[in-house]
């Protein structure tokens, strides 16, 4: 039972180039969330998915997609990479939505240049 | 829009000693509140969750409490070691959430020295 897992853990990109993260989980999980964490801001919430084939915006989606074609996958893209989205990317997944707690990965440090 | 904040933003301490972190949160309607741990360079480990029916949770050396009506919740650490030593996220799950199923604070960077 591996938990969470993601997909590199570390990239350097350059301006305009694209990426596609994967966080996967093994522990049956309808919901699944990404986040990036940069320093002063906290956490904050990309998009989210409460079950297989459907995505729903976070609080700072702009510049990112993603698709949840199977359930154990989450899929996190950058389009054109921008410096401004140079952070630490953490994927996560939970049972429930309200009263769960939530699983978090390992984490994917990227540096756009 | 519900924000959550936690003071003090780093604390140093001596091994043995007991301590208590700080999380305030401005909107009570709340489903849950959560204490993570994250150590450097890794993701986010839950400690406590907590119902917000509920007042306190224990486990081990960790014991979080909520006031919900008063927006606080404390996480109290007993006999700090330095494998204490980590950053600690307060996270809560509002009931009017909009686009944010968890809320989050900045955490507080926590080192126990031997």
């Known amino acids: 039972n591996a938990g969470v897992t993601q997909t590199p853990k570390f990239r350097v990109l350059k301006t305009g180039q694209s990426m596609t993260l994967l966080c996967a989980q093994d522990?049956?999980?309808?919901?699944m969330y990404w986040y990036r964490q940069d320093p002063g801001m906290g956490l904050r919430l990309i998009h989210y998915s409460v079950g297989e084939g459907t995505t729903a915006k976070g609080e700072v989606p702009d510049g990112y997609n993603v698709s949840r074609l199977k359930k154990q996958n989450f899929l996190l893209g950058l389009e054109s990479a921008a410096p401004s989205q140079t952070s630490v990317y953490f994927c996560a997944s939970s049972y429930e939505i309200l009263i769960d707690t939530q699983y978090f990965g390992p984490g994917t440090r990227l540096t756009v240049l | 829009k519900q924000e959550v904040t936690q003071i003090p933003a780093a604390l140093s301490v001596p091994e043995g000693e007991n301590l208590v972190l700080n999380c305030s949160f401005t909107d009570s309607a709340i489903y849950n509140l959560q204490w993570f741990r994250q150590d450097p360079g890794k993701g986010l480990t839950s400690l406590l969750l907590?119902?917000?029916?509920?007042r306190e949770q224990t486990s081990g050396r960790l014991n979080a409490s909520l006031d919900k009506s008063s927006g606080r919740s404390t996480l109290y650490i007993a006999a700090s070691q330095p494998g204490d030593s980590a950053t600690y996220l307060c996270?809560?799950?509002?009931?009017?959430?909009?686009?944010?199923?968890?809320?989050f604070g900045k955490g507080t960077r926590l080192s126990v020295i031997a």
């Open positions: 522990m049956n999980h309808e919901y």
């Open positions: 907590i119902q917000s029916s509920q």
């Open positions: 996270a809560v799950r509002p009931r009017n959430s909009g686009n944010t199923p968890l809320v």
